[in-house]
T-cell receptor, first 111, second 115 residues
Framework: GQNIDQPTEMTATEGAIVQINCTYQ??????LFWYQQHAGEAPTFLSY????GLEEKGRFSSFLSRSKGYSYLLLKELQMKDSASYLC????????????FGKGTRLSVIA | DAGVIQSPRHEVTEMGQEVTLRCKPI?????LFWYRQTMMRGLELLIY????????DSGMPEDRFSAKMPNASFSTLKIQPSEPRDSAVYFC?????????????FGPGTRLTVL
């Protein structure tokens, strides 16, 4: 089976930096995605990594190490609106193929 | 541009009834995915289509579930008969092959409650 692990919950303070880790053991690998999902809403795409290293997009960065089966999402200058679930997902095969999702990390940003 | 459209947004039904969920993908997208989300199991793939053809339905729980995509702009997911354990949020997502990351766009979901 496919295994994608992330912490269930995290809490961080407004203005701070938080790192959400994801480890994966899957039968294939063709990229790792991070999605954000606010309560009661649809997941929305945040970032994609297929090569090792760091991808930066404004306040959000995502890192990948394929040899370690490890990724993290880094959120800087946290805002209250960043309170949401963050889903790590792996695409096993190339092309327009499905994603295998972790169960998500629920982040609470407090004042 | 309209995103992925799903209907109904909420459905409450009684055990044994037939339920039909509907999805309209983003125009021009050639892949469509049905996922189900529960607290216990997270987001799981049920079935996906490429160019209206079902490719992988191994995630469909059992024969009570069926999905169709009669044309590029419409898909249905049917549960018959429904059971309480089918209660979940059902998401439809679509994407197109841009050759790089083929991001999936999710619809707002249908929250299904089976009593």
């Amino acid at each position: 089976g496919q295994n994608i692990d992330q912490p269930t919950e995290m809490t961080a303070t407004e203005g701070a930096i938080v790192q959400i880790n994801c480890t994966y053991q899957t039968s294939g690998f063709n990229g790792l995605f991070w999605y954000q999902q606010h309560a009661g809403e649809a997941p929305t795409f945040l970032s994609y990594n297929v090569l090792d290293g760091l991808e930066e997009k404004g306040r959000f960065s995502s890192f990948l190490s394929r040899s370690k089966g490890y990724s993290y999402l880094l959120l800087k200058e946290l805002q209250m609106k960043d309170s949401a679930s963050y889903l790590c997902a792996v695409r096993l095969h190339s092309g327009n193929t499905p994603l295998v999702f972790g169960k998500g990390t629920r982040l609470s940003v407090i004042a | 541009d309209a995103g992925v459209i799903q209907s109904p947004r909420h459905e409450v039904t009684e055990m044994g009834q037939e339920v039909t969920l509907r999805c309209k993908p983003i125009s021009g997208h050639n892949s469509l995915f049905w996922y189900r989300q529960t607290m216990m199991r997270g987001l799981e793939l049920l079935i996906y289509f490429n160019n209206n053809v079902p490719i992988d339905d191994s995630g469909m729980p059992e024969d009570r579930f069926s999905a169709k995509m009669p044309n590029a702009s419409f898909s249905t997911l049917k549960i018959q008969p429904s059971e309480p354990r089918d209660s979940a949020v059902y998401f439809c997502a679509s994407s197109w092959d841009r050759g790089w990351y083929n991001e999936q766009f999710f619809g707002p979901g249908t929250r299904l409650t089976v009593l």
